[in-house]
C-alpha cells in the first residue's frame, strides 16, 4: 500500500520529530509512504476565523497537492476532520466537486489508519513511563476518534495508562478561541493540566499536537512537573 503523508503546518513548523516519526511508524507498518514537499495548510484556521475566501484558496491548493486516489495520512485529528466535515462548505456544487470528494473518502487520521484501515497495531514500541490520555474535541466529537489511540497504548511497553477525570473536557485551545478567548481558554488548560496532574502521570498524551501546545504553555509557565508528548512518539519509542 502507498499512502500519502500530511504533515500539518504547525507541526512542520514546531515539532518536525513527529512528522518523522510518523514517517518511521508507517514504514514500521510496511507502508510505503509519498510526501508532497510542496503542501502547506488545509485551510482551517482560516475557515473557523471566517476568511472563507482564503480558505478556499488553501483548500484547492490542498487538493492539487493530493491529487491521488490513495489514502492521505495525518497526525492530527483536528486537521483530517475539518477536511472531512468542512469541505463540503467550501466544494460542494463548485468545479472541484468531484475531487474533495474524492480526497475525503481517503483522508485519515494516524490512528484510525493503523487500527482501523490496515490493522496495525504493535510496533514494538517502549515507554516506560506512566501516562494520561486527552481526547481532543477534534479527534473526539469532530473526526470520531474512540478508543484507537488507547488500543495502540495498550500494546507499548512498560507503559502504564491511567485515565484522568473529565478526560473528553475541552483543554481550552480551540485554534483561535485561545487567541481570542485568552483568559478562559487559561482557565480551561489549568483544569485540563491539573486532572491529568492528579493522575500521577509523567506525560499527557494525545492525537492533537495542537491542544498538546496549549496545554505545554500552562505547564512551562507555572514549572509544573508533567510533559506532553504526541502518541506517534511514544509509537516511535524504544526501537
Given at each position: 500500500?502507498?499512502?500519502?503523508?500530511?504533515?500539518?503546518?504547525?507541526?512542520?513548523?514546531?515539532?518536525?520529530?513527529?512528522?518523522?516519526?510518523?514517517?518511521k511508524?508507517?514504514?514500521?507498518?510496511?507502508?510505503?509512504?509519498?510526501?508532497?514537499?510542496?503542501?502547506?495548510?488545509?485551510?482551517?484556521?482560516?475557515?473557523?476565523?471566517?476568511?472563507?475566501?482564503?480558505?478556499?484558496?488553501?483548500?484547492?491548493?490542498?487538493?492539487?497537492?493530493?491529487?491521488?486516489?490513495?489514502?492521505?495520512?495525518?497526525?492530527?485529528?483536528?486537521?483530517?476532520g475539518?477536511?472531512?466535515?468542512?469541505?463540503?462548505?467550501?466544494?460542494?456544487?463548485?468545479?472541484?466537486?468531484?475531487?474533495?470528494?474524492?480526497?475525503?473518502k481517503?483522508?485519515?487520521?494516524?490512528t484510525?489508519?493503523?487500527?482501523?484501515?490496515?490493522?496495525?497495531?504493535?510496533?514494538?514500541?517502549?515507554?516506560?513511563?506512566?501516562?494520561?490520555?486527552?481526547?481532543?474535541?477534534?479527534?473526539?466529537?469532530?473526526?470520531?476518534?474512540?478508543?484507537?489511540?488507547?488500543?495502540?497504548?495498550?500494546?507499548?511497553?512498560?507503559?502504564?495508562?491511567?485515565?484522568?477525570?473529565?478526560?473528553n473536557?475541552?483543554?481550552?485551545?480551540?485554534?483561535?478561541?485561545?487567541?481570542?478567548?485568552?483568559?478562559?481558554?487559561?482557565?480551561?488548560?489549568?483544569?485540563?493540566?491539573?486532572?491529568?496532574?492528579?493522575?500521577g502521570?509523567?506525560?499527557?498524551?494525545?492525537?492533537?499536537?495542537?491542544?498538546?501546545?496549549?496545554?505545554?504553555?500552562?505547564?512551562?509557565?507555572?514549572?509544573?512537573?508533567?510533559?506532553?508528548?504526541?502518541?506517534?512518539?511514544?509509537?516511535?519509542?524504544?526501537?
Amino acid at each position: 500500500m502507498i499512502v500519502d503523508l500530511f504533515i500539518p503546518c504547525f507541526i512542520d513548523q514546531v515539532y518536525p520529530e513527529t512528522g518523522m516519526n510518523m514517517l518511521k511508524i508507517l514504514r514500521k507498518a510496511k507502508v510505503d509512504v509519498h510526501y508532497n514537499p510542496e503542501q502547506t495548510c488545509c485551510g482551517q484556521m482560516a475557515f473557523n476565523s471566517g476568511f472563507w475566501d482564503e480558505a478556499k484558496k488553501l483548500g484547492n491548493k490542498f487538493l492539487k497537492d493530493f491529487p491521488n486516489d490513495r489514502p492521505v495520512v495525518s497526525p492530527s485529528a483536528s486537521c483530517t476532520g475539518f477536511i472531512k466535515n468542512n469541505y463540503q462548505e467550501l466544494f460542494h456544487n463548485t468545479s472541484s466537486h468531484l475531487e474533495y470528494k474524492k480526497l475525503v473518502k481517503n483522508v485519515y487520521e494516524i490512528t484510525d489508519f493503523l487500527v482501523n484501515k490496515i490493522n496495525f497495531t504493535d510496533f514494538g514500541a517502549s515507554f516506560p513511563h506512566k501516562v494520561t490520555f486527552h481526547d481532543s474535541c477534534a479527534g473526539l466529537r469532530e473526526y470520531g476518534l474512540k478508543d484507537e489511540a488507547r488500543l495502540l497504548l495498550s500494546k507499548v511497553k512498560g507503559l502504564e495508562l491511567i485515565e484522568m477525570k473529565d478526560t473528553n473536557v475541552c483543554c481550552g485551545f480551540g485554534g483561535t478561541f485561545s487567541l481570542k478567548n485568552e483568559p478562559i481558554a487559561s482557565a480551561m488548560a489549568q483544569q485540563k493540566v491539573q486532572n491529568a496532574y492528579d493522575t500521577g502521570a509523567e506525560f499527557i498524551v494525545s492525537t492533537d499536537l495542537s491542544c498538546l501546545m496549549h496545554q505545554d504553555g500552562y505547564i512551562r509557565k507555572n514549572k509544573i512537573p508533567i510533559k506532553v508528548i504526541h502518541i506517534v512518539d511514544i509509537l516511535a519509542s524504544g526501537w
